[in-house]
């Protein structure tokens, strides 16, 4: 193998027969992040009333879940039953173009819902005026288009480097990463990585917090009655930025952050929490505390085992 044509995931080494624990943690994770957000968007789908942006927004978390998942679970489930843990560097650098595409796409999917949070809140008589469904699907366009053509270029910029090492100490394949077995000068993509976060994560989480500010201040002014009914579309809203600020927080330190010393384990867990943590609890957040979308779910639920009852009597 020509160096440089393959990278090997050198944390898959040695780890014994523990490897098949880890796979089926990982399995199950795997199933039950595909059965939650499927279930999310099903209920978004199938249940005209909840066609409305903030719903269809929640869809988008979930199909935005699925898609960056998809990129990591079966390549991790892959490399814990193989002997040999090597990726091609294209296949490396696409994993890392999905994964980061997720992360840079939740933030500008959030930042478009805190948008809609306050128009609601704070002109709810223009509300149906600005929300359109045109404005909404070009909004969610560019939500999605943006980062990953900012990745794109990012990956072209990694591919085209000279590479003089082959050995990456994580258990998915990160820009970063691929970046510092360069022995060429990357500059370049050092800054582009810079203007990457900042545009899809810094600006928009900045704007995030403006627009929940603005919400606090105009429930402040307003009746009990707003206020609860305010708060119980934003908290949930709020929760999901969080959990995921602190993820992508955590993956950030330890990868720039090399004088950062931590067991492998519990480095292992910070770093792939923005890709577990996230996509499992985002459908049990919205799904509990939506009755609509709550309700929708238990349809579908209850019409499949009612179904299944139907066949198992006809046979």
């Known amino acids: 193998m020509e160096n440089g044509t393959y990278l090997y995931l050198m944390l898959f080494e040695n780890i014994g027969y523990i490897r098949y624990a ?60 193989s002997d040999t843990h090597s990726v091609s560097r294209a296949a490396c650098i696409l994993q890392a173009f ?24 704070s002109k709810p008589l223009q ?76 600006m928009p989480l900045s704007f995030i917090l403006y627009s929940y500010v603005k919400i606090l201040i105009i429930c402040r002014k307003s009746s009990l009655d707003f206020r609860r009914k305010a708060y119980q579309t934003c908290i949930p809203h709020i929760v999901i930025l969080l959990n995921f600020s602190v993820a992508i927080f955590c993956e950030v330190t330890l990868s720039r952050v090399a004088t950062l010393q931590l067991p492998i384990g519990l480095s292992i867990i910070l770093s792939l ?5 996230p996509p499992i609890l985002d459908p049990l957040v919205y799904g509990l505390n939506f009755p609509k979308i709550r309700k929708k779910i238990l349809w579908i639920i209850n019409a499949s085992f009612l179904k299944q009852t139907c066949l198992h009597n006809v046979l």
């Not at 939650?36 to 249940?47: D, G, K, R, S, V």
């Not at 009333?49 to 489930?77: D, E, K, W």
């Open 98 to 121: 999905v994964i980061y595409s997720y992360a840079s796409n939740e933030y500008t999917i959030l930042m478009l819902m805190a948008f809609d949070r306050y128009v609601a809140i």
């Open 22 to 81: 880890f796979f089926g943690l990982g399995f199950i994770l795997y199933c039950a992040i595909v059965f939650f957000n499927a279930l999310i968007i099903l209920a978004i789908f199938l249940e005209r009333t909840l066609h409305q942006p903030m719903y269809i927004l929640i869809s988008c978390l979930s199909v935005n879940s699925v898609f960056g998942t998809a990129a990591f679970f079966p390549r991790l489930l892959t490399d814990l039953l």
């Open 127 to 202: 509300y149906n005026n600005i929300m359109t469904p045109r404005i909404l699907s070009v909004l969610i366009s560019i939500s999605w288009i943006y980062p990953m053509l900012c990745l794109g270029i990012s990956g072209i910029l990694n591919a085209r480097l000279t590479m003089c090492g082959n050995k990456l100490w994580k258990v998915y394949c990160h820009n970063f990463e691929i970046v510092k077995l360069s022995c060429a000068n990357t500059i370049v993509n050092n800054v582009f990585g810079f203007f990457i976060l900042t545009t899809t994560a810094i």
């Open 273 to 277: 929490e923005f890709l577990i943590v």
